[in-house]
């Protein structure tokens, strides 16, 4: 009994009878906000997890939806303005690329992290952190649905020239036998589980060979339980991608599934629990992540229940993050000083077995930074800051710290604490250039 994927966008998200009950303000919104932002939405995200109840303020419609604050006034008025007069396709599509050029498309210079081998650039890996190369198949470059905050939404937008894909394993695979000290592969997206088995099969067989031996994990990173659970339980091929996963752990490799949730309601359903049981039943593991969202998941007892329904679950809560600053952050961006309040009041209130999750940790140019919170130092009162991950590893866990500021939302806001010109890590640093990338 395979289950239909219906997949709605700003084309035909009329005929979900829902929608008949929205206001005529949300209506516009989508209209008008869906131009500039990625909107795709489905069948299992509309009968399973929005309550059509209560809409206003529904977590998972705003995670999914395009709503009016996600764009500024100015960019919104120009949008609809354009609609309103009844402008050309050509006259929208320039307005609607300029208001996307000015929300950051590709933040954290993601480009500093796709590196050279014999002067070709490998486009669909990026490779920061000595252990871990991200790999970005060039089918897996969509998504089930799409979140309002996705960061990766250029790639969802057709500005493909700044897309991560490629073609091909064997330049992959040529990278990593001359970089041994890898040994973790994270296939991501988009969401490599909207690839078929077959496909997502021909890219992973490769690595179960003999000579990939330093490779001892596959990590595939995910929204496909949240969005779309019938890819692990009901779709034609999911028989074939859990016996991938069993060959995958047969051949002696860890697989860990990164699995992405927001919100708890992502994890009520019977389909995504039976997902979750199949998913254990290879052998492979699932550690959580997510970004921390206001007006999604801004509390401390929504993720002190998410973290703790995970547990139960069987997976292993591994990373929440700041949002990054792209596209629509002004709607969901918090102040620094409140993601640690969110973090720690969630996390004291959580067996240890949840804590096994880091953050609030922002992904910026010289690595994951972690928030370890606010303090007072000799009348000075600082963020104390770490890096979990470094662009180099040498600056991984030496705590650091960073003027106070109430309003910043990301690291580059922050300024070095009692009057230091410089972090530690930046004295005597250059930036690296674009492909350069360096292990010390
Ligand atoms: C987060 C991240 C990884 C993986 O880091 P882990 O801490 O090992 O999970 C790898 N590469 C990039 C670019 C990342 O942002
Ligand atoms: S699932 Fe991930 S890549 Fe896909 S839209 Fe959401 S945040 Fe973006």
Redesign the pocket.
């Known amino acids: 009994m395979t289950k239909q994927l219906k997949t709605y966008t700003l084309h035909n998200y009329k005929s979900i009878p829902q929608i008949a009950n929205l206001s005529d303000e949300m209506i516009e919104a989508i209209e008008v906000v869906g131009r500039v932002l990625?909107f795709k939405t489905n069948n299992y995200v509309i009968d399973e997890l929005i309550d059509w109840t209560q809409i206003d303020d529904d977590p998972i419609f705003t995670l999914t939806f395009p709503r009016k604050g996600m764009l500024e006034k100015k960019h919104y008025n120009a949008v609809k303005k354009l609609l309103d007069q009844g402008a050309d396709q050509a006259t929208l599509n320039k307005k609607v690329h300029e208001i996307r050029m000015e929300l950051n498309p590709n933040p954290a210079g993601q480009e500093h992290n796709v590196p050279e081998m014999n002067n070709i650039k490998l486009k669909g890996v990026q490779h920061k952190y000595s252990e871990t190369v991200l790999f970005f198949p060039s089918q897996g470059q969509t998504?089930h649905?799409?979140?309002s905050?996705?960061?990766?939404?250029p790639q969802?937008s057709g500005m493909s020239n700044l897309k991560f894909a490629m073609k091909e394993t064997s330049l992959l695979a040529q990278y990593l036998l001359r970089n041994n000290r890898v040994t973790d592969v994270l296939f991501t997206?988009?969401?490599p589980m909207t690839m078929s088995t077959q496909v997502l099969a021909s890219y992973i067989n490769v690595l179960l060979r003999s000579e990939f031996r330093n490779i001892h994990t596959i990590r595939i990173g995910t929204?496909a339980l949240s969005?779309w659970p019938y890819r692990f339980t009901k779709d034609k091929d999911s028989k074939e991608l859990l016996k991938l996963f069993e060959q995958i752990i047969k051949a002696g490799k860890n697989l860990a599934i990164q699995a992405?949730f927001n919100h708890p309601a992502e994890l009520k359903t019977f389909e995504v629990q039976h997902a979750i049981k199949q998913i254990r039943a290879t052998g492979a593991q699932i550690r959580t992540q997510s970004p921390l969202l206001k007006n999604i998941n801004d509390k401390p007892e929504i993720w002190a229940e998410m973290w703790r329904k995970q547990v139960d679950l069987g997976c292993i809560p591994y990373y929440m993050f700041v949002a990054r600053d792209t596209g629509s952050k002004r709607y969901f961006e918090l102040p620094l000083d409140k993601c640690w309040d969110i973090f720690r009041k969630a996390y004291r209130q959580v067996s240890g077995l949840c804590r096994t999750v880091r953050g609030p940790s922002m992904s910026c140019e010289p690595g994951k930074i972690q928030v370890l919170g606010v303090q007072e130092v000799k009348g000075e009162k600082v963020y104390v800051l770490r890096f979990l991950q470094g662009r180099n590893a040498k600056w991984v866990d030496i705590p650091f710290f960073a003027k106070y500021d109430p309003e910043a939302t990301w690291f580059d806001q922050l300024e070095p604490a009692f009057g230091e010109e410089k972090f530690f890590f930046e004295k005597g640093r250059k930036k690296p250039k674009a492909n350069e990338i360096l292990f010390e």
């Open positions: 990625p998504c649905a799409y979140c905050f996705c960061f990766r939404w969802f997206g988009g969401d929204k969005y992405h």
